[in-house]
């Protein structure tokens, strides 16, 4: 028998100093920078800084356990990357990661396109400074207090500044803040759209320009996808980031401009101090501004956002007008056709579809065209449903007057229309209304002209400070559109505002309608007349058959006397006088 015959049994032990991890010895040659290996489901994933890690190293880190035992078999091969194509994409640099909520990390550096995801431009948001004086609508002759606020911004291209409007109405002074800056710079207002809420303003100091890139504006978002809300609201002093998805896109309410126009709604949460902050995509481009959020009880999380549709509208009307100039709006009031009856007494055929015009705006440019009881089919050659909506995106619709929204000042629409079984089409030019009763003043003081204690001042203010607003409103709003001089582009309405102390007042609040037989146009004539009235009496014809009457020399004298009781400056402001 041989003297090398195999024993039976077990093998015998190996000593403790020659045990060996069974691993494969991968060392990172200079052509091969980032590799990637696992074992025991441990992955370890060098840094490009340190490309030469011995294969000793290696296997120190991954010997972690003190117990670990070598595998039994063949070491496990793998995969060798053979061209360049087949290697994985380089990792970034240590020291460019920051943990994320998904769990995983957010690189920014110099990374692969696709690798990380883009982090949206804060440096271009920044924080609104304005110190505000409101006019004091009972006391027209003065302002009330100076108070301050705060809210956000962002720059766009042109050296410029996008905000809300109600962030800087009836400013006295803007200023901007930079972040991460300690200065606050001197703003200029270029224009403000009350109807839409945007206010754009820029900077004439070089300094605060450098280093600001301007926010690249993205698409109109779809339904869930992610947004980034980025400002200065309250709870802190530096930037503050807020994300959520789109929840709803329609027509919405601008509560600033009391108009309606197309938003956002979005789940993130916005709070004072938010306005006019940039609302981002995933991609870091702006898709809104925040402006306003609905506060409920039962009510969470929802906030709005100008999108960008009406954001381009704003832009694009201040260069090309070099000024603002607002939305045109189709002067109409609508009604459903849903009901089917109501579509056969209205001689609509099966396959005609539109809404019914209950009235027509009497100031409008549509008055001249269009009736009541005409049915609107079709706007700029979209067909319009029974419900008042057309189509928008796909699985989605919108109502018409997104259409009409998307023009501008001076441009041109063909309107079908049904009336008297006949289709008719007009094509009407859109213009933005004027109306007798303004809903805004747009930071200019209020007009007002005093005589032997009355104070006479225009609707808007009127309706804009009394506790009983709402019922004035429906008021003014349902009788004012009756009177003679709707005619007229310089009426307005003018109203009896109320009454200093004086023995000729007396306690009233109505609507001047004529003066000494004469209709009323608006305050500037009623002051005019007033002024070169010859008469004994001075006679005031107010709504609901009151009247007031005045005499002349009496009255003037009052006037006089009344001014230096007050302490007011003069019996009629600034813009009566010229």
Same mark, same amino acid.
């Given at each position: 028998?041989?003297?090398?015959?195999?024993?039976?049994?077990?093998?015998?032990?190996?000593?403790?100093?020659?045990?060996?991890? !069974?691993?494969?010895?991968?060392?990172?040659?200079?052509?091969?920078? !980032?590799?990637?290996?696992?074992?025991?489901?441990?992955?370890?994933?060098?840094?490009?800084?340190?490309?030469?890690?011995?294969?000793? +190293?290696?296997?120190?880190?991954?010997?972690?356990?003190?117990?670990?035992?070598?595998?039994?078999?063949?070491?496990?091969?793998?995969?060798?990357?053979?061209?360049?194509?087949?290697?994985?994409?380089?990792?970034?640099?240590?020291?460019?990661?920051?943990?994320?909520?998904?769990?995983? +990390?957010?690189?920014?550096?110099?990374?692969?396109?696709?690798?990380?995801?883009?982090?949206?431009?804060?440096?271009?948001?920044?924080?609104?400074?304005?110190?505000?004086?409101?006019?004091?609508?009972?006391?027209?002759?003065?302002?009330?207090?100076?108070?301050?606020?705060?809210?956000?911004?962002?720059? *766009?291209?042109?050296?410029? &500044?996008?905000?809300?409007?109600?962030?800087?109405?009836?400013?006295?002074?803007?200023?901007?803040?930079?972040?991460?800056?300690?200065?606050?710079? =001197?703003?200029?207002?270029?224009? *403000?759209?009350?109807?839409?809420?945007?206010?754009?303003?820029? &900077?004439?100091?070089?300094?605060?320009?450098?280093?600001?890139?301007? &926010?690249?504006?993205?698409?109109?978002?779809?339904?869930?996808?992610?947004?980034?809300?980025?400002?200065?609201?309250?709870?802190?002093?530096?930037?503050?980031?807020?994300?959520?998805?789109?929840?709803?896109?329609?027509? =919405?309410?601008?509560?600033?401009?009391?108009?309606? @126009?197309?938003?956002?709604?979005?789940?993130?949460?916005?709070?004072?101090?938010?306005?006019?902050?940039?609302?981002?995509?995933?991609?870091?481009?702006?898709?809104?501004?925040?402006?306003?959020? @609905?506060?409920?009880?039962?009510?969470?999380?929802?906030?709005?956002?100008?999108?960008?549709?009406?954001?381009?509208?704003?832009?694009?009307?201040?260069?090309?007008?070099?000024?603002?100039?607002?939305?045109?709006?189709?002067?109409?009031?609508?009604?459903?056709?849903?009901?089917?009856?109501?579509?056969?007494?209205?001689?609509?055929?099966?396959?005609?579809?539109?809404?019914?015009?209950?009235?027509?705006?009497?100031?409008?440019?549509?008055?001249?065209?269009?009736?009541?009881?005409?049915?609107?089919?079709?706007?700029?050659? *979209? !067909?319009?449903?029974?419900?008042?909506?057309?189509?928008?995106?796909?699985?989605?619709?919108?109502?018409?007057?997104?259409?009409?929204?998307?023009?501008?000042?001076? !441009?041109?629409?063909?309107?079908?229309?049904?009336?008297?079984?006949?289709?008719?089409?007009?094509?009407?030019?859109?213009?933005?209304?004027?109306? @007798?009763?303004?809903?805004?003043?747009?930071?200019?003081?209020?007009?007002?002209?005093?005589?032997?204690?009355?104070?006479?001042?225009?609707?808007?203010?009127?309706?804009? &400070?009394?506790?009983?607003?709402?019922?004035?409103?429906?008021?003014?709003?349902?009788?004012?559109?009756?009177?003679?001089?709707?005619?007229?582009?310089?009426?307005?309405?003018?109203?009896?505002?109320?009454?200093?102390?004086?023995?000729?007042?007396?306690?009233?609040?109505?609507?001047?309608?004529?003066?000494?037989?004469?209709?009323?146009?608006?305050?500037?004539?009623?002051?005019?007349?007033?002024?070169?009235?010859?008469?004994?009496?001075?006679?005031?014809?107010?709504?609901?058959?009151?009247?007031?009457?005045?005499?002349?020399?009496?009255?003037?004298?009052?006037?006089?006397?009344? @001014?230096?009781?007050?302490?007011?400056?003069?019996?009629?402001?600034?813009?009566?006088?010229?």
């Amino acid at each position: 028998m041989s003297e090398h015959k195999r024993k039976r049994g077990r093998k015998p032990k190996i000593p403790d100093a020659e045990k060996t991890l !069974d691993l494969p010895s991968i060392a990172a040659s200079a052509d091969d920078d !980032d590799v990637v290996f696992s074992v025991s489901n441990v992955e370890i994933i060098p840094t490009t800084t340190n490309p030469s890690i011995s294969s000793a +190293a290696a296997t120190t880190t991954n010997n972690h356990h003190p117990d670990h035992r070598p595998r039994r078999g063949r070491p496990r091969k793998h995969p060798k990357h053979e061209t360049p194509e087949e290697k994985p994409p380089p990792l970034p640099r240590a020291g460019h990661c920051r943990p994320a909520e998904n769990g995983g +990390a957010d690189f920014a550096g110099d990374v692969e396109p696709g690798v990380a995801r883009v982090v949206p431009a804060m440096d271009a948001v920044v924080k609104v400074f304005c110190v505000h004086t409101e006019p004091n609508f009972s006391l027209p002759w003065q302002r009330k207090r100076q108070y301050s606020s705060s809210s956000s911004g962002f720059a *766009i291209g042109g050296r410029r &500044v996008l905000t809300n409007a109600h962030s800087v109405e009836h400013y006295t002074q803007v200023k901007l803040k930079k972040r991460g800056s300690d200065t606050k710079y =001197l703003a200029t207002v270029l224009a *403000i759209g009350t109807e839409c809420d945007i206010a754009m303003l820029t &900077v004439e100091d070089d300094e605060f320009w450098e280093g600001v890139l301007p &926010v690249e504006f993205g698409e109109l978002p779809a339904l869930q996808d992610a947004v980034t809300v980025v400002g200065y609201p309250i709870g802190g002093d530096t930037i503050s980031v807020t994300s959520g998805v789109v929840s709803r896109i329609e027509i =919405l309410s601008y509560v600033h401009g009391s108009t309606e @126009l197309l938003g956002l709604q979005i789940d993130a949460a916005i709070n004072s101090g938010n306005s006019g902050g940039p609302a981002f995509n995933d991609k870091g481009k702006c898709v809104g501004i925040a402006f306003q959020s @609905l506060k409920h009880e039962d009510v969470e999380n929802i906030g709005y956002v100008i999108p960008t549709p009406v954001i381009m509208h704003f832009i694009q009307d201040y260069e090309k007008n070099g000024a603002y100039t607002g939305f045109p709006l189709l002067g109409v009031e609508w009604q459903k056709m849903e009901n089917p009856d109501l579509r056969v007494a209205m001689s609509m055929k099966a396959d005609q579809k539109g809404v019914r015009i209950r009235r027509v705006d009497p100031t409008a440019p549509e008055s001249e065209v269009l009736k009541p009881s005409d049915i609107i089919l079709s706007f700029d050659g *979209i !067909d319009i449903a029974n419900d008042g909506t057309v189509p928008f995106r796909h699985g989605e619709r919108i109502g018409f007057s997104y259409l009409v929204s998307q023009k501008y000042t001076g !441009d041109s629409a063909a309107v079908k229309v049904l009336r008297d079984s006949k289709i008719l089409n007009f094509n009407i030019t859109l213009a933005t209304h004027r109306r @007798l009763i303004p809903s805004h003043n747009k930071g200019r003081p209020p007009s007002y002209y005093i005589i032997a204690g009355f104070v006479f001042s225009r609707c808007l203010y009127l309706i804009s &400070v009394l506790s009983m607003e709402r019922i004035m409103n429906m008021k003014l709003r349902s009788s004012f559109w009756t009177s003679s001089c709707i005619q007229c582009h310089n009426c307005q309405m003018s109203s009896l505002l109320w009454c200093l102390r004086s023995p000729l007042c007396l306690n009233c609040f109505n609507k001047v309608l004529a003066f000494n037989g004469n209709p009323v146009k608006n305050l500037k004539s009623l002051a005019n007349m007033v002024e070169n009235c010859d008469d004994e009496f001075l006679k005031f014809d107010l709504e609901y058959d009151q009247v007031v009457v005045l005499r002349t020399k009496t009255s003037k004298a009052a006037t006089l006397d009344i @001014l230096a009781t007050h302490c007011i400056p003069s019996a009629m402001s600034d813009d009566l006088k010229n």
